[in-house]
Structures are given as structure tokens and as C-alpha cells.
């Protein structure tokens, strides 16, 4: 990985999981028993990414949400508490902070999180709402960081957020800078999941769509992840004019219409983006 940008998806999910593309997607991400060296390993990251789905949850309704004894989920919680990755509480178990001790540091290490947080800072504070930064790994969009300015409405991002790429601006500006064969692959896996109605689920449209975004140099999203909010995001790319993540903003639709939605805020979205690529190009 170079920049927080990875390749391959080492744990995708087959189309046929699905049965279509416009499905509601799941947090799981994980191939069939057979690929997957060590099944204990997957077992205990399924459980604590169920616990994350379902805020917390006791033994019995965690054994049923995935279909296992409790004897073995209890024995996968304890030594998984013991190790300090779950908090044990009256009601059941939680997923603890070491995680977010974890990610901290990994965001830490990218050149990415680095050179754009400053410049995504700013951004926040020049325009008054949501500035974002996301990277794609395993084929998903990631929310490296964000920053609110004074004007910004509460939202469900934080970072770690992981999100379908089709959903958002910021994941539609990258899938336009790879090749149609990265691309079809990721869908392959994932499909087309809706978060809204205004969420795009047809591949032709997505195509069509990202070649607006390659010749545009910038993606929209209006109301695609979140019903009301709308989305200006452009890609960082590398000198190859591979991407490495991509700068957005995001408001209420009431205030991001006209010339603001047009023009002005993907002038300012675009020269972020611009700032970051040359910053990576001539960072330590």
C-alpha cells in the first residue's frame, strides 16, 4: 500500500452472496470457508464485527445473529476480552478502544492523512460545512478524516467509515480514475447497494456517470449516502494519474445549489486536490 491506496480484494464478497446488485450491503466482507486459511481468525473478526453492527449485543443474540453455539462465541468474547479487544458489560459485550488505538496509528503511518489534513481543515473552515478525505481499500471507501466548519449539520461519518464507493461523491471521483477492469471487479464483488433512492444501482448508469466525472474533473452526489445532503468531491491522484483518495465537501442541499454547487465549491474542491497531489509528490 503506497499513500493509504491499496489493490486487490483480498476479502470480497461474490456477487452471488447477493443475488442482484441493488442490495442493502452488509458490513461483511469475507470469502467462503475455503479460502480462508485459518477459519478460527475469521470466526473471531466476525463476532466483532457483529458486535459492531448490532451496538453491542449478549452471548445468546450474538450466537443467533451468526448462527453459532454459544459455547463457542463465549470462548471467541472471553479470550477477545481478555485481550483487551472487548469490553464486558451489564448487558453484553462491546467492541473496546483498542481498535481505535489501532486505526489511529495505521491512519497515522499515510502520507495521505499527513499532507491532506491541513489543507482538508482549511477547506472546512473557507467553505463552512463537511470537508472529507477518503482512500478505497479491499474495494470500499474509507473515511480517512473530516473536518466541520462552523456552518456544518451533524452527520453519521467519522473516520474508519467504510462505505460502497458507488454512494458518494468522493468514492465515484476515484472509481473514475481506475481502469474498467479494477472497477468491474469491485462490482463484481459488492454490487450496487442503495443507501437512498437517488443512489445509483445500474452499472450502465455508473459507467456513464464516471466519464462525466473523468471529462468534468470533479463528482456530485445529490442526496446519493444521505437523503438531503449534497457532495462536490474530486480525486488525488499520483503522477500516473492513479488515485490515492479524493477531497470532498459536503451541505444541505438548501445550500448547495446554483453557482455554489456549479462552480465555486468545485473550483475549491479541485485546487485542495491539487494542493495534496503536489504535497504527496514532494513529501518525505
Known amino acids: 500500500m503506497e499513500n493509504g491506496y491499496a489493490h486487490g480484494l483480498p476479502f470480497g464478497i ?20 475455503t479460502e480462508v486459511p485459518v ?13 459492531q453492527e448490532l451496538d453491542g449485543a449478549g452471548i445468546s443474540d450474538l450466537a443467533r445473529h451468526l448462527g453459532m453455539p454459544k459455547t463457542t462465541v463465549y470462548d471467541h468474547l472471553d479470550t477477545l476480552r481478555k485481550l483487551g479487544y472487548v469490553t464486558a458489560l451489564d448487558d453484553g459485550y462491546q467492541v473496546s478502544t483498542r481498535f481505535l488505538d489501532l486505526g489511529g496509528y495505521a491512519r497515522k503511518q499515510m502520507k495521505i492523512y499527513q499532507v491532506g ?9 473557507t467553505t463552512g460545512e463537511h470537508a472529507n478525505i477518503m482512500i478505497e481499500q479491499h474495494g470500499r ?30 468514492g465515484k471521483s476515484i472509481l473514475a480514475h481506475m481502469s474498467e477492469d479494477r472497477v468491474t471487479e469491485i462490482l463484481d464483488h459488492y454490487g450496487l ?34 437523503k438531503g ?9 499520483d503522477p500516473d494519474d492513479d488515485p490515492v483518495g479524493s477531497v470532498s465537501v459536503s451541505g444541505p ?9 456549479s ?5 475549491k474542491v479541485l485546487r485542495t486536490a491539487n494542493v495534496i497531489e503536489v504535497n504527496l509528490t514532494f513529501a518525505d
Open 193 to 226: 447497494p442503495a443507501d437512498t433512492e437517488n443512489t445509483i444501482t445500474d452499472r450502465e448508469e455508473l459507467f456513464e456517470e464516471l466519464e462525466t466525472i473523468r471529462e468534468q474533473g470533479y463528482a456530485t452526489d445529490r442526496g446519493e449516502r444521505v
Open 39 to 51: 477459519k478460527a481468525t475469521r470466526t473471531t473478526f466476525e463476532m466483532v464485527e457483529a458486535l
Open 229 to 237: 445532503m449534497w457532495c462536490v468531491a474530486a480525486p488525488i491522484t
Open 14 to 33: 461474490t456477487k452471488s452472496f447477493y443475488g442482484d446488485e441493488s442490495h442493502t450491503h452488509s458490513m461483511h466482507t469475507y470469502e467462503d470457508d
Open 253 to 261: 442541499k438548501n445550500r448547495m445549489h446554483g453557482d455554489r454547487f
Open 117 to 125: 489534513k491541513p489543507e482538508v481543515r482549511e477547506l472546512a473552515e
Open 141 to 170: 471507501g474509507i473515511f480517512l478524516y473530516k473536518s466541520e466548519g462552523e456552518d456544518a449539520v451533524q452527520l453519521d461519518t467519522y473516520a474508519g467509515l467504510h462505505v460502497p464507493l458507488q454512494t458518494t461523491a468522493l
Open 263 to 267: 462552480d465555486i465549491l468545485p473550483d
